[in-house]
């Protein structure tokens, strides 16, 4: 039965004036994070942690050269990821996902971080072994030269070509064909590729000191040979892969429901699936936060039971009177 | 991708682990469903430790202060 | 010092304001509500214990800087410190936010103390993607190369971008954990404030209240 120590249904806006009972918060604190410790050092020699090597353009280039090359080459005749793309690294028609149709946050914003993909990740970085190669010069100089149309021609002939290239130490060896300067360009990046050159070269900027990765990562993204590295440790999007992590470390479960939209029709084969999922996303998100708020929802923990055996001693105590044997309650306002 | 499979490796440096979790990643795998073994362990982990939070007594009879 | 009542200046002000809010008793009390009697009530302290480790590995990680883990075998022992208490801190967490949802701890006017808690939990999952992203290695370069579409397809991309390893690195070492910090400290002072949520009313009681 109720009682001023155990009130059956007691006011939460109000302060408790109902039993209490002695309670040493800092000791627990103390005990909690000596526990803690001790269970991280003990994960920690247990388990380590990964460390997988980061994948550099001159791994790909030596392991994947056909990949590397036809990645170059897509990059030069603006028909890769990146030269698709959109903001935020160029204006591109049509280009841009939209969460609804029409609505599209990526367009509004704008291009934010131009990118070239021909002159970022071609022809800038062969200037400078153009530098102390005069054929390389001369065929920079040539492509840069050439009209639009003639440019294309000569990568639409290296394309075809390139289906019959096999790859000799210091060259790419082609049927022959009309490819202009762009088979020099393609051996030239190759072997600038090959020898670590082409790592410096696309995070250099102007400035002497460096942090941003942002090109050399969007070529490698724009290959196949990275993606596979990461497809054999389950980490493509369509893998659940925004929750896994490289061998068999835990990953990131709390992203369970983010990469789980992924997996599912109609975004699964949508290619606005981005837009869609993150405003899918935010608005759970708020719905979370603003739970306290959401009729229905805030209700379930009243219909479920569970809230009974968390109290169970305390309702024990206000429905039968039967308090806890040995707990000593303090009444409120009551000292030693 | 057309032409020979590639050798690649995943480098992994694992320095002193008593269990060596970076091998050759196991996974469960049921239609369009794909979790890892180790994902999955901590979920159900925490699940467990939820139902014990609750379900075991929690100790009574505090020294008063 | 003014006399009470004549307070004017803003120290003073603020002074009135805090202790009203949380005089000493109610910021570091020894006693507790006899319902405060249950398991689930630990999560709270060891999610916050598991963020001062996570704070405290980082540290030393930051002593010798980004690079030093993967030359170093106290550095990588450090930073699975650092993997295996922030693993542990979500781990926590999580079952601290079941526990609370179904005690419906809300109540009471306790509803800014569940907006604090979930708050921290995204900023939490922000804060650990950026380190993720911080880690220099082929996880880093992966997540970057993911997680671009995603911020980019709502137009965040533009100024977060995930690709430029110092921006990220600076936001997973200063911004972020000083917003969660933040958050955690608004969060338990709430608690502290209102006092631990009381049982939603027994069966005999008939008739709720919020």
Do not use: C
């Amino acid at each position: 039965m109720s009682s001023k120590e155990y009130p059956l249904a007691p006011d939460p806006a109000l302060e408790w004036t109902g039993a209490k009972r002695g309670y040493d918060l800092v000791k627990e604190l103390v005990i909690a994070l000596v526990a803690v410790a001790l269970l991280t050092v003990l994960l920690a020699a247990l388990f380590s942690s990964p460390d997988a090597k980061p994948v550099t353009i001159a791994r790909w280039a030596n392991a994947a050269p056909r990949d590397f090359v036809a990645t170059a080459l897509s990059e030069l005749d603006g028909t890769s990821g990146i030269a698709g793309y959109g903001p935020p690294y160029a204006h591109v028609k049509g280009a841009g996902q939209n969460i609804i149709d029409g609505i599209s946050l990526e367009r509004a914003v704008g291009v934010h971080i131009p990118i070239n993909p021909a002159k970022t990740f071609v022809l800038d970085p062969l200037s400078i072994p153009a530098q102390s190669n005069p054929p390389l010069a001369a065929a920079l100089n040539a492509y840069r030269d050439a009209s639009t149309a003639q440019q294309q021609a000569w990568t639409s002939a290296y394309t075809k070509g390139f289906d019959h290239a096999t790859f000799a130490p210091r060259n790419i060896v082609l049927p022959a064909g009309r490819y202009g300067p762009v088979a020099t360009l393609m051996a030239n990046l190759l072997t600038q590729a090959r020898s670590g050159g082409l790592d410096g070269a696309l995070v250099s900027t102007s400035r002497f000191y460096q942090t941003d990765y942002t090109n050399p990562i969007l070529f490698l993204a724009d290959g196949s040979y990275f993606p596979a590295l990461a497809e054999q440790q389950n980490l493509l999007g369509s893998q659940w892969g925004m929750m896994n992590e490289t061998g068999n470390y835990p990953g990131q479960a709390w992203l369970w429901l983010y990469t789980f939209w992924y997996q599912i029709p109609p975004f699964s084969t949508s290619s606005n699936a981005d837009a869609q999922i993150w405003a899918i996303m935010a608005i759970l998100s708020l719905g979370l936060i603003g739970i306290p708020f959401i009729p229905g929802v805030r209700s379930i923990p009243r219909y479920l039971p569970l809230y009974r055996l968390i109290w169970r001693d305390y309702y024990r105590a206000a429905e039968h009177g039967k308090t806890p044997p040995t707990s000593k309650p303090v009444i409120a306002g009551q000292r030693e | 991708m057309t032409g020979p499979s590639i050798l690649f490796q995943l480098g992994h440096t694992v320095l002193g682990a008593v269990v060596d979790l970076s091998g050759r990643p196991r996974y469960i795998h049921s239609g369009w469903f794909l979790i890892s073994v180790a994902n999955l362990a901590v979920i159900v982990a925490m699940i467990v430790l939820f139902a014990l939070a609750i379900a075991l007594p929690f100790p009574r009879g505090r020294r008063r202060p | 010092m003014s006399t009470p009542g004549e307070v004017r200046t803003w120290t003073g002000r603020v002074r009135e304001v805090a202790v009203a809010a949380l005089p000493p008793e109610r910021l570091l009390p020894d006693t507790q509500p006899v319902y405060v009697a249950s398991w689930i009530y630990v999560f709270g302290v060891l999610t916050l214990a598991a963020f001062v480790v996570v704070l405290a590995s980082g540290a030393v990680l930051a002593l010798a800087g980004p690079g030093w883990w993967h030359v170093s075998s106290t550095g990588h022992f450090f930073n699975s410190l650092h993997l295996w208490s922030t693993e542990l801190f979500f781990f926590f967490m999580v079952v601290h936010l079941w526990g609370k949802f179904f005690m419906a701890a809300w109540r009471g006017r306790r509803a800014l103390t569940w907006i604090t808690g979930a708050i921290s939990f995204l900023v939490s999952i922000a804060t650990a993607f950026t380190g993720y992203l911080s880690q220099q290695n082929f996880a880093s370069q992966w997540i970057g190369g993911q997680a671009k579409d995603g911020l980019n397809a709502s137009g965040v991309g533009a100024f977060f971008n995930v690709l430029n390893f110092g921006q990220m690195f600076m936001w997973h070492i200063v911004l972020l954990p000083l917003l969660v910090a933040l958050l955690i400290v608004g969060h338990v002072l709430l608690v502290r404030r209102s006092g631990v949520v009381p049982p939603l009313p027994a069966r005999l009681a008939g008739g709720d209240k919020r």
